[in-house]
């Protein structure tokens, strides 16, 4: 059982969060939920920035379920075209967090990640492990799930504690999903997802209630789908995927390409090498030409 961790807001030292109880959590669960981590300047920030790539018309901004009263927007990595993500990544307490979580000494962005449900009813995501849709390997690596709106446990994402411990699975293919949830994204070398949907008795999952400023911690190898909305209800969520010193270069199957795309990323790093990228650029230590810059 994933932990839900009493807490109280705490907006003078939030890295006191991350205590070893939340280590432990995230190490056994890959999820655990934090309740009122991030200060509500921070989430004004966001929606500042979500509110930008909406208006952006960004070619990197993909829409599912068109044919639906509630349509899914997903936008993976607007970093460099959106100065409130870059004030929130580098000077938030976001880092220091995850910092303390993963116990490395360096934190790199991998890609900031948007998801917008709103207008209607808009269906579940579909059953997923991030891990295999990017090329890394390694322990070192969390997500922080930070969303602004307050939603019921029902139209949360849901979890499978413990399931980045257990098999890696191919992905979801987003264009057959309609038809079936466990057509592989890649389609080779990775085990078919299971339909988890349709046997939910059988798995363990979690979801929490969520009031702004709640986030939740999640490691891209947990199992996690779900969460619907309703008329009337929007879910605008920002997950901010980060990671340490420990992260190597892993090659997936060669049928798709990786997320984020990374320019150059595959012509320069072989398998098991350091996972550098000028396109992850490092948040801790903060550079000193960011801090020249910036304070
Ligand atoms: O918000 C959603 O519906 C999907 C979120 C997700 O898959 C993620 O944060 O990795």
New binding site residues.
Partial sequence: MSAVLENTANWDDPVSLITTDVIEAYRRDGVVFLPQAIHPDWLALIEQGINRILMSGSPLIQTFFKDLPGE?K?MVRHFDVTPEFQRLLYYSPIADMIQKLIDSENVWLLFD?V?V?EGGFCR??PW?Q?MPYWPVAGEQIA?M?I?LDPIPKEEC?EFIPGSHRRTMYDGFSPADADDDVTIGFYGKDLPRLPDIEAEREKWDIVSFDITPGDVVL?H?GVL????HTTEGHK?R?L?A?LYGDDMVYAKRPDTRPTVPLTPGLHQALKPGDPLRSPYYPRLRPIPDVIDADWK
């Avoid at 996690?224 to 969460?227: A, K, P, Y």
């Fill in positions: 899914f997903d990640h998801f449900k579940k995501t997923h991030d997500s799930w969303t994402l999640l891209p996690h789908g779900g969460g879910r969520t997950s995927r």
